[in-house]
């Protein structure tokens, strides 16, 4: 079966700090998706970034950037310099290859950042 | 750019009363999905719709039914709504890589919060 763990609950750190978030998943399928939303507290999930199986590569985008590691099992997220607007909570999911909607959602990491 | 909508954003059923909820995406994308979320637990899916016409269900689905009206769409219906049933839900639609003919990512609706009493 497939199982996505973010074991940090919440993480509070002051403004500028550097933040890395968990997720370690489980799945049988040699090939599936990873990837990452925001959830603001306006509510509405964002997208950040979506990485496929084969692609072991980490990314970088701005401020973020991602930790792809097949070996152990994990696909961490690092916010360099935080932000108050970084505040937010943070969710990994994996899907099967063929239907990336159908996503398996970590619990969530709650982010704070103050200033 | 409306994106995905869903009405209502707020609702308090009794138990056993019954409601329907509406998402309606304005993007021409082919799936819908319909997720739960939960202290706790992340979202969970509970139907979704790969194509006009055609519905599955998802992890969670027991008391619900859902209707894919047409390609903009698709209503997610509580029959007689339980306590259980106190959630956020999301309505999301998604899009389809031309190239790998595989979803892409997700775009998500607001959210209904809704209590069961």
């Known amino acids: 079966a497939q199982k996505v763990t973010q074991a940090q609950t919440e993480i509070s750190v002051v403004e500028k700090e550097d933040v890395t978030l968990d997720c370690v998943y489980e799945?049988?399928?040699?090939?599936?998706?990873l990837f990452w939303y925001k959830q603001p507290p306006s509510g509405e999930l964002v997208f950040l970034i979506r990485?496929?199986?084969?692609?072991?590569q980490n990314e970088i985008s701005g401020r973020y950037s991602w930790n792809f590691q097949k070996s152990t099992s994990s696909f961490n997220f690092t916010i360099t310099a935080s932000q108050v607007v970084d505040s937010a909570v943070y969710f990994c999911?994996?899907?099967?290859?063929?239907?990336?909607?159908?996503?398996?959602f970590g619990q969530g990491t709650t982010l704070q950042v103050k200033p | 750019n409306a994106g995905v909508t869903q009405t209502p954003k707020f609702q308090v059923l009794k138990t056993g009363q019954s409601m329907t909820l509406q998402c309606a995406q304005d993007?021409?994308?082919?799936?819908m999905y319909w997720y739960r979320q939960d202290p706790g637990m992340g979202l969970r899916l509970i139907y979704y719709?790969?194509?006009?016409?055609?519905?599955d269900k998802g992890e969670v689905p027991n008391g619900y039914n859902v209707s894919r009206l047409n390609k903009r769409e698709f209503s997610l219906r509580l029959e007689s709504a339980a306590p259980s049933q106190t959630s956020v839900y999301f309505c999301?639609?998604?899009?389809?890589?031309?190239?790998?003919?595989?979803?892409?990512?997700?775009?998500f609706g607001s959210g209904t919060q809704l209590s069961v009493l």
């Open positions: 999911a994996l899907s099967e290859y063929s239907n990336t909607g159908k996503l398996i």
């Open positions: 990485r496929n199986s084969f692609d072991e």
């Open positions: 993007m021409n994308h082919n799936s």
């Open positions: 799945t049988r399928d040699t090939t599936y998706y």
């Open positions: 999301a639609s998604s899009e389809v890589d031309s190239v790998f003919s595989t979803n892409e990512k997700l775009f």
């Open positions: 719709s790969a194509s006009e016409g055609t519905t």
